[in-house]
């Protein structure tokens, strides 16, 4: 059993105004693969050194499986971690590098070149178990401090923003390595990233962290199609969503485009259709780049109209971005690369009704749909 517990955790750094980690609640299942995700400090990397026992805890208490660990050393805790930067010594090969942890502690060595070979074997890094860390790429050296920690057989793999130093193409390769070693070992995983795109790639569940404060905890899906609030919303999915702050009407909403624009829009539309009754009068609504339709794309699907001109094109190959200027309002816009307007031209940008998420602006949160 290898679940982890968070109840209400604190830590705050001597010296510190406030605490980095604010009195969190979390439950990681037993073999789950979990993701905390966040910009620069929001408390995600200071939550992972907690439970692996590198963090002294302020306040709360942390268990792994049934066991409280606050003042358990990081040995007896019989977890694994993973660092940014590898941590490899330099002057032993591949294959002492992954058994210098098992020597300490004393197996037989049959054991450990049992457990060396099955690791290696696993990560495809048995031509290279001769080699210094020196003579592997970047991705070579990623695996072997992988194979590191699943020589000692943990309870929980912790890994820290493992692949931040790789470049593009390889971080996709070693997203599929990890996700990949996790099946296999059917082991707790929990990870750090501040990369949105491996947080939804990877996880089972993801934990958005913003200022201490876990935002929302759930499976990928769930964040992105209904997002707690506007951080999230934001924060998940690039180009990220577009937000516009609106007011309610007796006809329904009106958007002020830009700041001291006189120019509003209306939009006839019965909210409460659509939405729980739970209105404000000043709100936000959101509305998804690949949703926004441009000019005919809307043809048949009842939308609220945006009159934009294009301010600057991106051709992604598979797909188009478009930068659009509504008055002042900026408004993002992923298009297929059939649609092909010129930069100064005028469009009409198109919310699907359907489509569209509504937040309050008292204090940010989403309103749900009806029937959700």
């Not at 059917?186 to 934990?207: G, L, N, P, S, W």
């Not at 769930?222 to 997002?227: D, L, R």
């Not at 048949?300 to 109209?305: E, I, Q």
């Not at 992604?316 to 059939?338: F, I, Q």
Request: glycine share 6%.
């Amino acid at each position: 059993m290898a679940s982890i517990t968070f109840s209400k955790v604190v830590k705050q750094y001597e010296g510190a105004k406030e605490p980095t980690v604010k009195g969190i609640d979390l439950f990681i299942k037993d073999k789950e693969f979990v993701v905390l995700v966040g910009g620069s400090g929001c408390g995600k990397s200071t939550s992972l050194r907690m439970i692996a026992g590198l963090e002294d805890i302020t306040g709360g208490e942390i268990k792994i499986g049934d066991t409280v660990v606050n003042n358990l050393p990081p040995k007896d805790r019989d977890i694994a971690m993973v660092f940014q930067n590898y941590a490899l010594y330099p002057h032993m090969t591949v294959r002492e590098n992954l058994s210098f942890g098992l020597k300490l502690r004393k197996l037989p060595q049959d054991e450990i070149d049992k457990r060396v070979d099955e690791a290696a074997k696993m990560l495809e890094i048995s031509d290279y178990l001769e080699r210094l860390p020196k003579q592997l790429s970047g991705g070579q050296r990623q695996r072997v401090a992988l194979g590191r920690t699943i020589v000692r057989e943990p309870k929980v793999f912790l890994m820290d923003e493992p692949l931040s130093n790789l470049d593009a193409k390889l971080r996709v390769q070693m997203r599929a390595v990890i996700k990949k070693l996790h099946q296999r070992l059917k082991t707790t995983f929990v990870y750090v990233t501040h990369d949105q795109v491996e947080a939804m790639t990877m996880a089972d569940r993801i934990v958005i962290l913003h200022q201490g404060i876990i935002q929302q905890y759930d499976i990928p899906s769930v964040i992105y199609e209904k997002p707690a609030n506007v951080f999230v919303a934001q924060f998940i999915g690039s180009p990220p969503m577009n937000v516009m702050k609106v007011k309610k009407t007796d006809k329904g909403l009106t958007l002020l485009p830009g700041t001291g624009s006189d120019k509003n829009i209306d939009w006839e539309i019965k909210l409460s259709d659509y939405f729980k009754d739970d209105f404000e009068d000043d709100m936000s609504i959101g509305i998804r780049p690949e949703h926004l339709l441009i000019d005919k794309q809307a043809e048949g699907v009842p939308c609220l109209k945006v009159p934009c001109k294009v301010d600057l094109i991106e051709p992604m190959g598979a797909e188009t971005y478009l930068y659009l200027d509504c008055n002042g309002l900026s408004l993002n816009a992923k298009v297929p690369p059939t649609i092909k307007p010129e930069v100064g031209d005028s469009v009409v940008a198109n919310i699907p009704i359907e489509k569209f998420h509504l937040f309050k602006q008292s204090d940010t949160t989403r309103i749900g749909r009806k029937g959700e």
